[in-house]
T-cell receptor
Framework: SQQGEEDPQALSIQEGENATMNCSYK?????LQWYRQNSGRGLVHLIL?????REKHSGRLRVTLDTSKKSSSLLITASRAADTASYFC?????????????FGKGTHLIIQP | GAGVSQSPSNKVTEKGKDVELRCDPI?????LYWYRQRLGQGLEFLIY????????KSGLPSDRFSAERTGESVSTLTIQRTQQEDSAVYLC??????????????FGSGTRLTVV
């Protein structure tokens, strides 16, 4: 079953603008991770935020986590054409006994030059 | 190796044939995962190996799917009597700890399987 659900499904913005993607999930988690996928192949790990953290930064990326609302957001600041990709959130629900990360369907981000 | 290596990168097979997909994880990564991704969809969990423990096969969609892993090295995913619905990208990932809870997963580039 789908644990993470990204929103929006697709997003198109101008280069230089900020892009915000959201993720909602259903069960208690140990951590939440964001991944990027280019051209439908391998995913690249971007950032991991633990359940006891509220915000985390990595370069132009900012991730927030609200465990009370079971939601997370990924903000990409000063977007570049190279940021065009699909972005997935993934939850580690191992506290509930599940193995492996559960991925959402992703947000397809297009940066217009 | 430096990354997770999957082979072949592309595979076209006739319906009803068996296929074997291979994954070489990063050396020292105890956990290995197989996912399937259909066109335009998210990742669907298939199977998880952790060290020498019995694998979690709960995500395998049918008994035509099986996977093996020798110790903490290479894994193979076998699909018997392939069907057109099996067409997808099969992604392998490894992590140095359970569920990638500290470092996340490292993914291979995937095998794109097309059943004709």
């Amino acid at each position: 079953s789908q644990q993470g659900e990204e929103d929006p499904q697709a997003l198109s913005i101008q280069e230089g603008e900020n892009a915000t993607m959201n993720c909602s999930y259903k069960t208690s988690i140990n951590n939440l991770q964001w991944y990027r996928q280019n051209s439908g192949r391998g995913l690249v790990h971007l950032i991991l935020i633990r359940s006891n953290e509220r915000e985390k930064h990595s370069g132009r990326l900012r991730v927030t986590l609200d465990t009370s609302k079971k939601s997370s957001s990924l903000l990409i600041t000063a977007s570049r054409a190279a940021d065009t990709a699909s972005y997935f959130c993934a939850t580690d629900a191992s506290l509930g006994g599940a193995d492996g990360l559960t991925f959402g369907k992703g947000t397809h981000l297009i940066i217009q030059p | 190796g430096a990354g997770v290596s999957q082979s072949p990168s592309n595979k076209v097979t006739e319906k009803g044939k068996d296929v074997e997909l291979r994954c070489d994880p990063i050396s020292g990564h105890t956990a290995l995962y197989w996912y399937r991704q259909r066109l335009g969809q998210g990742l669907e969990f298939l199977i998880y190996f952790q060290g020498n423990s019995a694998p979690d096969k709960s995500g395998l969609p049918s008994d035509r799917f099986s996977a093996e892993r020798t110790g903490e090295s290479v894994s193979t995913l076998t699909i018997q009597r392939t069907q057109q619905e099996d067409s997808a990208v099969y992604l392998c990932a490894s992590s140095r700890d359970r569920d990638g809870r500290n470092y996340g997963y490292t993914f291979g580039s995937g095998t794109r399987l097309t059943v004709v």
